[in-house]
């Protein structure tokens, strides 16, 4: 049984990280565990934390706890592990093969550095363009929206959490937007930080922080709706400081 405890957590663990919600994530972990004959599953999760207590056949309780760290959004993982889920539930036992395949989901769309240097540089500019800005603003964009992936990597390779994550990306936006404006290329900065601001806005961490507030899981959507509000918030402040630094927007 402790096998099957460890798989589930494995699984739900997975499932946090690449942006599932949390209803979801409890109930397929219950059914997991029901599959493989546990006789009561209770399970408390929130988004940094997964409690799981089980009762076996013969009546023996097992409890473990699995720490939920920082992940990012991932549709089509979430949808292999659901697969696996199902798979795991028409089997009734955990396959042999489980960490492999579990292995194998984790590295679904990994795609190399360089491609998400070069597109998160094109959707800054792209952004820049699409909200009104020139061409010229859109290029510096594309440099800046280059760096604020650099930074956001760093900053998750230095294992620094979300917010602190988004408020030096921010940073390092504003400072190439603001260095343009001084040496007299742009005339104002709005476009260009538009354009970068859009990389880093918690889009889908509100929607699930809204999905687990109307399913009844207040702790979790609350604790993720102020995460939401904190990234929004840092943002805000790395152009500010350097807006105030520079004496301001023209």
Do not use: W
């Not at 919600?21 to 493989?36: F, G, L, P, Q, W």
């Not at 964009?141 to 990597?153: K, M, N, R, T």
């Not at 998750?156 to 988004?166: D, G, L, Q, T, W």
């Amino acid at each position: 049984m402790n096998n099957v405890i460890k798989c589930v957590l494995d699984i739900g663990e997975q499932m946090l990280l690449c942006g599932g919600e949390v209803h979801r994530t409890e109930d397929s972990m219950s059914r997991i565990c029901y599959a493989c004959k546990a006789k009561k599953v209770e399970i408390f999760t929130i988004t940094s934390l997964i409690v799981l207590t089980l009762e076996d056949e013969g009546g023996n309780i097992y409890t473990q706890i699995r720490e939920v760290n920082n992940g990012s959004s991932n549709m089509e993982m979430l949808h292999m592990l659901n697969s696996l889920s199902r798979q795991i539930c028409k089997m009734g036992c955990i396959p042999e093969d489980f960490d492999e395949r579990l292995e194998n989901i984790k590295n679904t769309n990994k795609y190399r550095k360089l491609i998400m240097l070069f597109a998160n540089a094109l959707m800054a500019s792209s952004f820049t363009i699409f909200f009104g800005g020139s061409f010229l603003e859109a290029g510096i964009a594309l440099l800046a929206g280059g760096i604020v992936y650099l930074v956001a990597l760093l900053a998750e390779r230095a294992h620094f959490n979300n917010i602190f994550s988004k408020l030096l990306s921010s940073t390092s936006a504003a400072i190439i937007a603001f260095a343009a404006l001084k040496i007299g290329l742009v005339a104002s900065v709005d476009m260009i930080m538009i354009g970068c601001i859009m990389l880093m806005i918690p889009g889908t961490g509100l929607t699930n922080a809204l999905r687990d507030l109307f399913v009844g899981d207040s702790i979790a959507g609350m604790l993720r709706t102020t995460d939401a509000l904190l990234s929004t918030l840092a943002i805000a402040m790395g152009y500010f400081v350097v807006a105030f630094i520079a004496g301001g927007a023209a």
